[in-house]
């Protein structure tokens, strides 16, 4: 849920990211079968890819969370959060909540600008720090 949290976000500002020529793309670890209905529920704007062997996520470094980690406080706080506000956990199988995700800026030579590792299902940058380390690599080509 918190990675359907930050996806609304990222959607929701879709266009700063145009604006800026910034493809989006979302990389998930779930079979293709269950991204079709994942993507049927939420119409993202921006393409959905399976990576079900994770090949992205070792690539990227993408550690797995300790039970502690997944279930602390802060992640537990914004679950709550969450459902108050109105979102609700969707089943879309069997999910591993113990995949950390991430936020890359990758360039056309497939060069990292940018990588955020999340820590527990909380963390996340904020749309400012992606959008601010966008500007900053752009003038870097400039």
């Not at 969707?90 to 995949?99: A, L, N, P, R």
């Not at 995700?101 to 360039?107: I, K, P, S, T, Y």
């Amino acid at each position: 849920m918190p990675c359907q949290a930050h996806l609304g976000e990222v959607q929701a500002h879709r266009l700063e990211f145009e604006r800026r020529a910034v493809s989006l793309v979302v990389v998930s670890f779930a079979e293709p079968a269950k991204l079709v209905y994942y993507q049927e529920q939420h119409q993202w704007p921006f393409p959905v890819l399976a990576d079900p062997h994770r090949a992205a996520y070792h690539a990227f470094t993408l550690k797995r969370l300790s039970l502690l980690r997944v279930f602390s406080p802060a992640t537990l706080k914004l679950y709550w959060k969450l459902l108050r506000s109105g979102h609700h956990r969707e089943d879309y199988g069997k999910e591993d909540i113990y995949q950390a995700g991430g936020d890359f800026l990758v360039n056309r030579e497939g060069q990292i600008l940018f990588a955020h590792r999340s820590q527990d299902p909380t963390d996340r940058p904020s749309l400012r720090n992606l959008l601010d380390a966008v500007d900053r690599a752009t003038k870097k080509t400039e």
